[in-house]
């Protein structure tokens, strides 16, 4: 079953603007919420990860918020940038599960100039 | 990608052959895993090893085996490729929950 749904698929964006990503899951027992990039040819990287004792975090332009009760979590990208443009994964863990990740379904992101 | 390579990484190989994909890190991290990443599906975890010899299953493991002899690689095997199995393959370190580092993939088309 599907443990972290992840929308919306695809996203375009003038540079400049905001993108946002959310993701909901189901399960109460994950203790890390990262978020991964990837580019075309290339593997996810780390991009930024937040923990459910905090409701925000925020890195340059990214920004992760975290609404426990809602079990939701999302990606802000502040001045969206054209080298930004890339596929955004949000993922969860915890539970005892060996550090296992898994994923949403991805979101490909579109940054026009 | 730093302390992970994979090979090969770009393979092509027939319906019911095996074909075995490497995972070779340097950082000397405890967990290794394997995710296959496919159009629509995100990443989905084959199987993952928390330390030499000790593997267990992810939620798409059928078909596919793996190994693990030595902290540094980590093999998975189609016993017998199938087309359903063209995929881009992902190896993945960690050490703790902070986060993975991927490799660079394997892409693999079964003809």
């Known amino acids: 079953q599907q443990q972290v749904k992840q929308s919306p698929q695809s996203l375009i964006v003038q540079k400049g603007g905001i993108s946002i990503i959310n993701c909901a899951y189901e399960?109460?027992?994950?203790?890390?919420f990262p978020w991964y990039q990837q580019f075309p040819g290339k593997g996810p990287a780390l991009l930024i990860a937040i923990r459910p004792d905090v409701s925000e975090k925020k890195e340059g332009r990214f920004t992760i918020s975290f609404n426990k009760s809602a079990k939701q979590f999302s990606l802000h990208i502040m001045d969206s940038q054209p080298g930004d443009s890339a596929t955004y994964f949000c993922a969860l863990t915890g539970g005892g599960s060996n550090y296992k990740l898994t994923f949403g379904k991805g979101t490909l992101l579109t940054v026009n100039p | 990608d730093a302390g992970i390579t994979q090979s090969p990484r770009h393979k092509v190989t027939e319906t019911g052959t095996p074909v075995t994909l490497r995972c070779h890190q340097t950082?000397?991290?405890?967990?290794m895993y394997w995710y296959r990443q496919d159009p629509g599906h995100g990443l989905r975890l084959i199987h993952y090893s928390y330390g030499v010899k000790d593997t267990d299953k992810g939620e798409v493991s059928d078909g596919y085996s793996v190994s693990r002899s030595k902290t540094e690689d980590f093999l998975l095997t189609l016993e017998s490729a199938t087309s359903s199995q063209t995929s881009v393959y992902f190896c993945a370190i960690s050490e703790s929950d902070y986060g993975y580092t991927f490799g660079s993939g394997t892409r693999l088309t079964v003809v």
């Open positions: 399960n109460t027992a994950f203790d890390y």
């Open positions: 950082e000397n991290h405890r967990y």
